[in-house]
C-alpha cells in the first residue's frame, strides 16, 4: 500500500507542478512592434506556447502603437484601466490596453499624456536615457495589471533587463500579498546594466526594505532589496538572478562555455537554477517562396523572361542584384528613430544615388548577405575588412549588409559606409528595415556571413538555414550549437565556423563555401579537409542540411518544450 500510495501522490505532485498559465514580458514583439531578434522571440515564442494550449500573457510598452488607428484595430487593442501616480515629483498617467495576437492575450502599456507618453509612446526602444524611464512605468504598472487581469499566470517570464524593474515588482507583491509567482529569467544579451538606487527606489517605486526568501545552492535566507542591490553591485541581471525561480538564457554555450559567459558575469552560485531555451525560426521555404512571388513575381517575368517558379536561385539573384537593389519602394529602407533617419540622409558615396538609395549592381556574382544591428558585437567590420581577399580570388563576388541602426553606433555606420564606398562594384549597405527585399535577399544568396564577436543564438543563421543558405560563422555562442561546420560534418554539414576577429579565416571561409555553392570544384576550395566534398550536386546537398537541421531541431513549437520544462522547474522551485 505505501508504494502505491507514494506512486499516487508522486503523480499528483506531477500534476501540480505542470503550468498552465504565463505570462511573458518583454520590450518588443512581431506583430506589434519589433526591432530585433528579442521581438522575434517574443511573438514567436508566446504563439508557440499558446498552440500548446497554455494561456499565455504577452506584455510590453506601446512604443507608439497605441497612439495609431491602424494597429489598434488590427490588434483589437481597447482601454483595459487608467491609473495615475506621482514619481520623481511628476506626475504620469498611463492605460492598460488589451488585444489579441495570434491567440496570445496582449496588454499594452501606453502613456495616456504628458511625461509618460513622451516616454511610454517614444518610437526608439533601446536607447541611454530612454529604455531606463520605459522600464521604470512598466514596473510601477505591473502590479495593477497583475490585481485587475482575469486570470493569475503560474509563471512571469521576464527577458532582458528592461524587465527586470517588472519582475521584482511581481515578486514584492508576492510578498505583500503573501503569494508565490514563480519568476523566470531569460537573458537574451547580457549588457551588464547598472541602475542608481534610487532608480529603482524613486522611480520604479520598489520598497528596497522588503525582504525576499532567497535560496542558493540549498541554503535558504532571507533579504532586503537593497541587501540584494548591493550584493548584486547594482547590476540588474545579477539582481534577477538573485529573486528569480530559474535563470534562462539561450545556449548552452553562451551559458557557461563562451569567453566571458554568463555564469562568469552574474556568479556560478547561479548554476544550479541555470538552463538555457533555444532561440527558433518558423521560416519556411514555400511561403518565403510565395511572398517572393506575390510581390515580385511580374517584375521578375520581366526582367528573366521566366516565371517565378521556374526561376532558379541564380537567376532570382540577378534580379535582386541587377533591379530590385536599385527600385526599392519609396517609403524603404525604413528607419523609425528621426534622429538616425536624419544621420544616414548625410552618408553621400558611389554605393548611393542623390536620394540616398542604393544603386543596383551592374553585374551578378556570388553572393554574401549578413543582418543585424550595427553594433561592434556584430563583427561587420571584420568582413568588410575580409572583401578584398575575396575579391582576389572571385573578383565578381557581391556583398550585400541589411543592417539596422541603433544608437551607440552611430560611428560604425559612417565607418561602414566610407569602407563599403572603396568597392562600388561589389559591394551594398542599406541601413534601415527593407521588406521588399529581405526574403529575396537570404533565398537569393550564395551564401549568409555572421562574423560576431559574440552570439549568444543567433537566429539570422536559422533564417537562412531555413531557406537553404548555408552559413559562415563565427564559432561563438549559439551559432557554434546551430551550424553544423562542413570539416567536421562532410556532406551532413550547413556552413563554416571560424575564430572570431580572424579576418583571414573569415576570408578563406567565405571563398571555399562560395566555391563549393558556386563551381562544385576543389581548386579555389582552401580547406583539405573539404576538397572531397566538391563534386556535381554537393550545393543542393548542402542546402537540403540546411533546411533540415531547422526542421528538425529548431522549430519553435520545439523550442516552446524547453521553454514548459524551464516553467515547470521554475513552479517547482517556488512551492520547494
Not at 507514494?6 to 526591432?35: C, H, P, Q
Not at 484595430?73 to 506621482?86: C, I, N, P, Q, V
Not at 551592374?362 to 561592434?376: A, E, F, N, Q
Request: hydrophobic share 40%; net charge negative; charged share 25%.
Amino acid at each position: 500500500m505505501r508504494i502505491t500510495y507514494l506512486s499516487r501522490l508522486s503523480r499528483l505532485n506531477s500534476m501540480e507542478d505542470r503550468v498552465s498559465k504565463v505570462w511573458f514580458i518583454a520590450f518588443e514583439s512581431k506583430g506589434v512592434y519589433k526591432v530585433g531578434g528579442l521581438g522575434e522571440v517574443a511573438g514567436s515564442m508566446t504563439k508557440a506556447l499558446a498552440s500548446k494550449n497554455l494561456k499565455v500573457a504577452l506584455i510590453m510598452p506601446s512604443h507608439g502603437v497605441a497612439k495609431d488607428e491602424a494597429i489598434r484595430e488590427r490588434l483589437g487593442l481597447s482601454e483595459m484601466h487608467a491609473l495615475d501616480f506621482k514619481a520623481l515629483g511628476k506626475n504620469y498617467e498611463i492605460t492598460i490596453y488589451r488585444g489579441l495576437l495570434d491567440g496570445v492575450e496582449l496588454y499594452v502599456i501606453s502613456g495616456a499624456g504628458g511625461e509618460a507618453e513622451n516616454i511610454l509612446e517614444n518610437p526608439v526602444v533601446y536607447a541611454d536615457e530612454i529604455t531606463e524611464p520605459k522600464a521604470a512605468l512598466l514596473a510601477r504598472t505591473i502590479n495593477v495589471l497583475y490585481e485587475i487581469a482575469e486570470w493569475k499566470p503560474d509563471v512571469v517570464h521576464i527577458n532582458d533587463w528592461h524587465a527586470v524593474p517588472s519582475g521584482i515588482a511581481l515578486k514584492l507583491y508576492g510578498v505583500e500579498k503573501r503569494l508565490r509567482i514563480p519568476l523566470l529569467f531569460q537573458i537574451h544579451l547580457y549588457c551588464g546594466k547598472w541602475v542608481d538606487k534610487k532608480y529603482l527606489s524613486d522611480f520604479c517605486g520598489l520598497n528596497m526594505e522588503t525582504e525576499l526568501e532567497i535560496s542558493l545552492d540549498g541554503e535558504a535566507g532571507k533579504y532586503t532589496l537593497e541587501q540584494l542591490y548591493e550584493l548584486s553591485g547594482g547590476i540588474l541581471e545579477r539582481l534577477a538572478a538573485y529573486i528569480s525561480d530559474v535563470v534562462a538564457t539561450v545556449s548552452e554555450s553562451y551559458l557557461k562555455k563562451d569567453e566571458n559567459n554568463i555564469l562568469q558575469n552574474i556568479g556560478f552560485q547561479f548554476e544550479k537554477k541555470s538552463t538555457y531555451i533555444y532561440n527558433g525560426c518558423d521560416w519556411r521555404f514555400e511561403e518565403i517562396m510565395n511572398n517572393i512571388s506575390k510581390r515580385h513575381g511580374e517584375e521578375i517575368e520581366e526582367y528573366l523572361g521566366v516565371k517565378v517558379e521556374r526561376a532558379d536561385r541564380k537567376l532570382l539573384r540577378k534580379y535582386l542584384l541587377e533591379k530590385a537593389l536599385g527600385e526599392l519602394p519609396e517609403n524603404e529602407p525604413i528607419i523609425k528613430d528621426e534622429y538616425l533617419a536624419e544621420l544616414i540622409k548625410e552618408l553621400k558615396g558611389s554605393i548611393v544615388n542623390s536620394a540616398g538609395k542604393p544603386l543596383p549592381f551592374r553585374d551578378d556574382g556570388p553572393l554574401i548577405i549578413t543582418t543585424g544591428r550595427t553594433s561592434v558585437q556584430k563583427g561587420l567590420d571584420v568582413l568588410i575588412e575580409a572583401v578584398p581577399q575575396v575579391l582576389k580570388v572571385y573578383s565578381n563576388a557581391k556583398f550585400l549588409f541589411l543592417l539596422l541602426p541603433v544608437r551607440g553606433g552611430e560611428s560604425l555606420i559612417k565607418e561602414l559606409f566610407d569602407e563599403a564606398c572603396q568597392y562600388p562594384e561589389n559591394v551594398r549597405i542599406i541601413y534601415g528595415i527593407t521588406p521588399s527585399i529581405y526574403h529575396l535577399a537570404h533565398v537569393a544568396a550564395t551564401m549568409y556571413a555572421a562574423p560576431s564577436r559574440w552570439e549568444p543564438f543567433g537566429i539570422m543563421a536559422l533564417e537562412s538555414m531555413a531557406v537553404g543558405t548555408p552559413v559562415v560563422a563565427s564559432r561563438v555562442g549559439g551559432l557554434s550549437e546551430t551550424i553544423l561546420d562542413l570539416r567536421e560534418y562532410g556532406v551532413e554539414g550547413t556552413g563554416l565556423l571560424v575564430p572570431k576577429d580572424s579576418v583571414k579565416d573569415l576570408a578563406e571561409a567565405i571563398i571555399s563555401l562560395v566555391s563549393l555553392m558556386e563551381e562544385e570544384r576543389a581548386d579555389k576550395v582552401l580547406y583539405k579537409e573539404l576538397k572531397n566534398l566538391a563534386r556535381i550536386g554537393i550545393s543542393e546537398r548542402i542546402r537540403g542540411n540546411c533546411m533540415k537541421r531547422v526542421e528538425e531541431s529548431f522549430r519553435w513549437i520545439k523550442v516552446a518544450d524547453m521553454a514548459i520544462n524551464a516553467y515547470n522547474n521554475a513552479l517547482s522551485k517556488a512551492k520547494g
